[in-house]
């Protein structure tokens, strides 16, 4: 007889995987290039600080307020789907129990397993299988914009922090060199830590991340470069 055994799967992650990604990633990558692009006009290193701050305060509410405004629109709508069809299960029970039975049917199953199916999960939990089987809604994946907009806020402002702890420990005249490096070095980081909790190829998740990381540092550094103004 076989043991039993746990599963493990990644797709209860996703919900606030991928704020925090996105979030994350969007911190260390506008705030370093957002340093890069001040410091190489030849501004102070107290500017390039306090432009790094103002811009992890907006970037951080403007992440947060995005991200919960997207995912509430979601929300809305799986709430709009659910009512309708509470109000379908109670006016026609007889055409919901046809539908979830083409739906199965749909899926390979018999029609006459279809049917014993349909009538068992309607018996058990009729919502539950409609807005599982029908609308695709799972506790899982359902929307929650609270949690996005919080870890989408906190990843934000730690992945912003790096580049500004970069500038910190920069020696004079090296903000944009050592800035450049630590934002590269933490961004290859945050794509093998991303695709680690995504089970996804770690090289290729840190190439992609820091390959946009570095062309962003760079257009920044370059339109600084062409201003070229002492602050």
Request: hydrophobic share 55%.
């Amino acid at each position: 007889m076989r043991r039993w055994h746990l599963e493990t799967h990644r797709t209860d992650r996703v919900g606030w995987l991928r704020a925090a990604v996105l979030g994350a990633n969007d911190g260390i990558i506008s705030i370093a290039g957002l340093l890069v692009g001040v410091a190489a006009t030849g501004a102070s290193t107290a500017t390039v600080l306090g432009s790094g701050v103002a811009g992890i305060v907006a970037g951080a509410m403007s992440m947060a307020a995005g991200e919960y405004v997207s995912v509430q629109s979601q929300a809305d709508t799986e709430r709009a789907d659910i009512a309708k069809e509470t109000r379908e299960l109670a006016e026609e029970p007889e055409h919901e129990l046809q539908e979830l039975t083409h739906i199965y049917i749909k899926r390979g199953l018999m029609p006459e397993l279809a049917l014993q199916v349909a009538i068992q999960l309607t018996a058990h939990d009729a919502l539950g299988a409609h807005k599982r089987d029908e609308l695709g809604i799972t506790d899982t994946l359902s929307a929650r914009p609270l949690q996005a907009a919080l870890a989408s806020a906190a990843a934000f402002t730690a992945g912003a922090l790096l580049p500004i702890v970069a500038v910190l420990l920069a020696p004079a005249g090296r903000i944009e060199a050592v800035t450049f490096a630590v934002t590269l070095a933490a961004l290859l980081g945050s794509g093998v830590l991303a695709a680690w909790a995504g089970g996804a190829p770690k090289l290729r998740g840190a190439l992609r991340v820091g390959f946009w990381g570095a062309m962003a540092m760079g257009a920044a550094a370059l339109i600084g470069r062409l201003f070229d103004v002492q602050v």
